[in-house]
């Protein structure tokens, strides 16, 4: 009988269960909100990245029907070949003017805008210099392109200038960080990136997944929430987290873009979105214009929910955005968290290494503008009293 060449899989699911890691995946019942069933218990959900509450929005929602009865369900090719509707072009239009760059182009996720664009910016003769915990799709991409990564400790202005210091002038380097790390919730050191990039001469590029639709101006993101227009070459964002619905872009200049439309290989080789998830992405960029309260909301739900946290003694890392971790340490000791809240009726997420550091593993926890306070004072009446029978505050 032949031997499963696979076996080596289950060595390393085994390993992840004894080290208390291993979780099946949670299911959703119904649909993505601050309040649902999932594994068929009624939870209080502290862990989706729908941070306005736009995936059940009604205008986000009657957009994708009206699309999907006039376009049908699929664009059946790639943006280069058939695949590119008048849709996604006003989608492009909308997505400049809301990041005020003179263009933008759609990728099928943010991992794929990350993933595509750094691979086929950068080439083997060249150097990124990137932060130590930005995205996967980051390093991924990097790793792609073939050039030199040179990474610096997180927010580590004095290592990232040595870096730089130590290479020739004449070296095309991309200096990269995520806007908002989507682990801790802190910012990335942008300002004074852009002046090393200013300075040393680099592509300044910016992964903004986390913070459009959270930070700046009718949720412009870190550049505008800074004040950096004109001084970021490349802006990344997502579709798939406040907006709502599924897909990633690249704002910037002309060229930049009409590059990525002929060298990014997912553009190239991966079918463009359904017109009803670009007809929702342009409901949400209204929204986003038109209903400010739901960033309202979002920012005073995380001072309530933070700062009740804080009080109760718990470890909250960095953060100064919506996502806010409860670092506990121990692996094992976050999954037991996480089950333990699920239990009390509040969904929030382990997350263990290798995701995060093996001794700075947490419970990531991330709430949304359509929670109410009486969700929120409810989780945190779980979180005391699971916290203190662990052990992890006092009483
Ligand atoms: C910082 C960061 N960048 C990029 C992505 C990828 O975005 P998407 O889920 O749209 O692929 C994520 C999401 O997981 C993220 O957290």
Redesign the pocket.
């Known amino acids: 009988m032949r031997s499963d060449p696979l076996a080596y899989l289950d060595q390393d699911l085994n390993d992840m269960r004894a080290q208390g890691v291993y979780r099946p995946l949670r299911v959703l019942d119904g649909e993505q909100k601050a309040h649902t069933s999932i594994d068929h218990r009624s939870v209080v959900n502290l862990s989706s990245n729908n941070y306005l509450g736009l995936t059940t929005h009604p205008r986000l929602r009657e957009r994708a029907l009206e699309a999907l009865q006039s376009f049908g369900v699929g664009t059946g090719s790639v943006r280069t070949i058939a695949g590119t509707m008048a849709i996604h072009v006003e989608l492009e239009r909308r997505l400049a003017v809301f990041k005020q760059t003179p263009a933008a182009v759609v990728f099928q ?4 805008a ?1 993933a595509g664009t750094v691979s086929s910016l950068l080439g083997r003769d060249d150097v990124i210099v990137s932060d130590e915990l930005n ?1 996967a ?1 980051i390093i991924d991409g990097a790793r792609l392109s073939r050039a030199t990564i040179k990474v610096f400790p997180h927010r580590d202005l004095a290592a990232a200038r040595a870096i730089l210091e130590g290479l020739p002038r004449s070296q095309r380097t991309l200096l990269i960080t ?1 806007g908002v790390f ?1 682990m801790d919730g802190d910012l990335g050191a942008l300002p004074e990136l852009c002046d090393l990039a200013d300075e040393f001469g680099c592509i300044m590029m910016v ?1 903004d ?2 913070a459009s639709g959270v930070f700046g101006r009718q949720g412009r993101g870190t550049v505008d929430h800074f004040g950096l227009h004109g001084r970021v070459d490349v802006q990344v964002g ?4 406040a907006l709502g619905a ?3 872009y690249v704002a910037g200049s002309t060229s930049l873009i009409e590059f990525l439309h002929r060298r990014a290989r997912p553009f190239l080789f991966s079918t463009s979105h359904p017109p009803s998830v670009a007809a929702t992405c342009i409901a949400a960029l209204d929204v986003l214009e038109q209903e400010p309260q739901w960033m309202e909301q979002l920012w005073s739900n995380t001072q309530f929910f933070k700062s009740g946290l804080q009080a109760l003694g718990f470890d909250t890392g960095i953060s100064e955005s919506p996502i806010t971790p409860v670092i506990v340490g121990d692996g094992a000791r976050a999954m037991t968290l996480s089950d333990q809240l699920f239990e009390e009726g509040v969904f929030a997420q382990g997350i263990a290494f290798p995701t995060v550091a093996k001794d700075r593993a947490r419970v990531r926890t991330i709430v949304t503008a359509t929670h109410t306070r009486g969700e929120l004072e409810f989780a945190l009446g779980a979180f005391a009293r699971v916290g203190r029978k662990l052990g992890i505050i006092g009483h």
């Open positions: 996720s943010g991992f794929t990350n995205h799709s995520d989507s992964d997944a986390h997502t579709l798939s987290k599924l897909g990633g």
